[in-house]
């Protein structure tokens, strides 16, 4: 399958990319790694006259520590985060990324791309979501930083203005004690998730001091599950407490029925993945090395 | 729709061999690899970035190539199955997947093939669930997959005593 044709831009800076874009106009868009983008494009959903490409750009894949948060490139890959150590001081963002479609769309795909394209099933943002995280911007008019909350607005539609890119994306260390875990049910790797859910919490022996819930492909963005939240928070992990957080996250889940369940099906899918999530984070809390892996069909 | 589009120059190099070449920036890598180069071992099978027959190494890392234009390979080296094979002689992931029966029709075997050889280029003793994971991106309509998951444990065994 033939991409419409285009006029190919090679971007030597994040600052050149943004020139370009405003120059460009409205049917310019950036290439990432092309895992979402180059897809659309054969499939003639997508049909930009220009594309800017930002692989060459030196010094824009990176995972850093710095100042208390982890710091990672716009064109940092899924693959590089997985394989990180220091990324892996929060096993959450190890569970997401080792957990993203296959190799090779992992060799290719990059955090700055997932975000920007606000897929409603991307795992990203559901998990980034469960921590303090920022997305820094940069236009025209130089950098600002939009709390992740406040940066995806819909499905397939952020913040960004046209002109403006993903120029790099911090998350806070959490505090001791914490625990999270991330888990997707998926009917085969290159397929997005049936349904997801990520919990990360902290705890202060059996009590939780703060919980954070997000549900992903349940809705038309990511959901924070406030109430399946407060349901923990401050109280005993039990039985019943978790009961109450699982009800909690099955009510506010909004599914649509598609190839890949009915809603019911999403719904008690999520569920699960809740409960299971929260007896991971528990024990990832009190320090134990738990591997969390998605669940196929 | 633009007008005239401009190509592209670019240099990479294929299998070891350098080669300049001039591409329409829509062109796909897999399409450089098997119309302009000739290399047809690279099969394209789903085109929409699911089955991974079209699976190549760029600078070793395992990547879909029905899913990258070829401009973004520039100043790459890319290894197709045509690049596995030294004098004559088949490689040891190649001469596992026959002796394993590894195959059947053979349409899947060249992805898998360099899927197994970005696992094996960094993990040397690979368990059953990463070598699972390694070929999560690949289908194989024919084998049911177990002798493909054996010939890849072979493989590791037999590059193992060759180190
Ligand atoms: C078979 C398959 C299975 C997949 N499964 C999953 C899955 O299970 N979970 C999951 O989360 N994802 C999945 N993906 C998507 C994958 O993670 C993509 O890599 C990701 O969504 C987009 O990232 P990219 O770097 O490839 O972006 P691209 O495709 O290059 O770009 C996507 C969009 O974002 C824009 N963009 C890119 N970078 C920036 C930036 N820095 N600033 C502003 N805008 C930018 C582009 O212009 C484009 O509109 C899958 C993809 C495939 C092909
Ligand atoms: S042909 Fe490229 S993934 Fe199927
Ligand atoms: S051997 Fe026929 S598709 Fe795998």
Request: aromatic residues 4%; proline residues 4%; hydrophobic residues 40%.
């Amino acid at each position: 399958m033939y991409p419409r044709a285009f006029h190919y831009h090679r971007a030597g800076s994040l600052q050149e990319a943004v020139t370009m874009l405003s120059q460009l106009g409205d049917d310019a868009k950036l290439l990432a790694g092309g895992q979402s983008l180059i897809p659309l494009m054969k499939l003639r959903f997508a049909n930009p006259a220009h594309l800017v490409d930002l692989n060459f750009v030196s010094g824009t894949s990176y995972i850093k520590e710095e100042n208390g948060s982890l710091l990672f490139g716009p064109l940092t890959r899924h693959a590089e985060i997985e394989n990180s150590a220091l990324a892996a001081k929060i096993p959450i963002l190890h569970d997401c990324a080792a957990g993203i479609a296959d190799v090779q769309v992992r060799n290719r795909g990059t955090i700055g791309g997932s975000l920007a394209e606000a897929d409603p099933s991307g795992d990203w943002a559901v998990v980034l979501m469960t921590l303090s995280t920022d997305v820094r911007c940069l236009g025209r008019n130089g950098q600002r930083t939009v709390a992740l909350n406040s940066f995806i607005k819909d499905a397939y539609t952020t913040e960004l203005a046209h002109d403006e890119l993903v120029s790099e994306v911090t998350v806070k260390m959490p505090p001791k004690g914490s625990g999270g875990a991330y888990l997707a049910f998926k009917r085969a790797a290159p397929v997005y998730p049936t349904a997801s859910a990520a919990v990360q919490l902290t705890m202060e022996g059996d009590t939780c001091k703060d919980a954070a819930i997000a549900l992903g492909c349940v809705g038309l963005t990511a959901i924070k599950a406030t109430d399946a939240e407060a349901a923990l928070r401050g109280k005993a992990v039990t039985e019943k407490s978790v009961a109450a957080a699982v009800e909690a996250a099955r009510t506010v889940a909004d599914p649509q029925p598609d190839m890949r369940g009915s809603a019911d099906y999403k719904r008690t899918l999520v569920g699960a993945l809740v409960k299971r999530a929260i007896a991971a984070a528990v024990r990832r809390a009190r320090g134990e090395q738990v591997e969390v892996n998605h669940l196929y069909a | 729709m633009p007008e005239t589009i401009e190509k592209v120059s670019i240099q990479l190099k294929v299998n070891g061999k350098s080669h300049s070449v001039s591409v329409e920036p829509r062109t796909l890598l897999v399409e450089l690899l098997r119309e302009h180069l000739d290399l047809t071992g690279t099969h394209v099978g789903c085109d929409t970035t699911y089955c991974g027959a079209c699976t190549v190494l760029m600078n070793g890392a395992a990547v879909k190539s029905c899913t990258m234009f070829a401009v973004q390979a520039d100043g790459a080296e890319i290894t197709t199955v045509e690049g596995l094979e030294k004098d004559g002689q088949l490689h040891p992931i190649q001469r596992a997947f026959g002796d394993a029966y590894g195959l059947q029709c053979g349409y899947c075997t060249p992805g898998f093939m360099l899927s197994a050889m970005q696992l094996l280029a960094h993990n040397q003793q690979p368990s059953d669930h990463d070598i699972r994971k390694a070929i999560a991106g690949n289908t194989c309509r024919c084998t049911g997959y177990q002798n493909i998951f054996k010939a890849i444990q072979l493989a590791a065994q037999n590059m193992k005593g060759a180190r």
